[in-house]
């Protein structure tokens, strides 16, 4: 009688209100998203009350001097190569 009878598994059909929070590379809150290296954003539903979480952080990486490709194409090798023995140890299997 006195409860809410909306389902809370059915999203309502207004746009939920969105918190954005940036931090630029020396730790201060930025408005400019190209400046962000990590922030938060946070959706709200009806009544005010958070639904949803999102944190995010970029960093800058450097790949190891031996690896004179980029990783993506070292980690497609490396599961041909995996794949490959798979196939040789079948084989062996199979005819012995």
Same mark, same amino acid.
């Given at each position: 009688m006195g409860r809410d009878e909306t389902d809370p598994a059915v999203?309502?059909?207004?746009?939920?209100k969105r918190a954005v929070r940036?931090?630029?590379?020396? $730790?201060?809150p930025t408005d400019d998203p190209a400046a962000a290296v990590s $922030?938060?954003?946070?959706?709200? $539903?009806?009544? $005010?009350?958070?639904?949803?979480r999102t944190s995010f952080f970029l960093t800058e990486t450097n790949r190891p001097s031996w690896?004179?490709?980029?990783?993506?194409?070292?980690?497609?090798w490396v599961l041909a190569a995996l794949m490959t023995v798979w196939l040789v140890i079948g084989l062996v299997l199979h005819f012995t």
């Amino acid at each position: 009688m006195g409860r809410d009878e909306t389902d809370p598994a059915v999203p309502s059909a207004a746009e939920p209100k969105r918190a954005v929070r940036f931090v630029d590379a020396d $730790g201060l809150p930025t408005d400019d998203p190209a400046a962000a290296v990590s $922030g938060e954003i946070a959706e709200y $539903g009806d009544h $005010g009350r958070l639904r949803h979480r999102t944190s995010f952080f970029l960093t800058e990486t450097n790949r190891p001097s031996w690896l004179k490709i980029s990783e993506p194409a070292f980690l497609l090798w490396v599961l041909a190569a995996l794949m490959t023995v798979w196939l040789v140890i079948g084989l062996v299997l199979h005819f012995t």
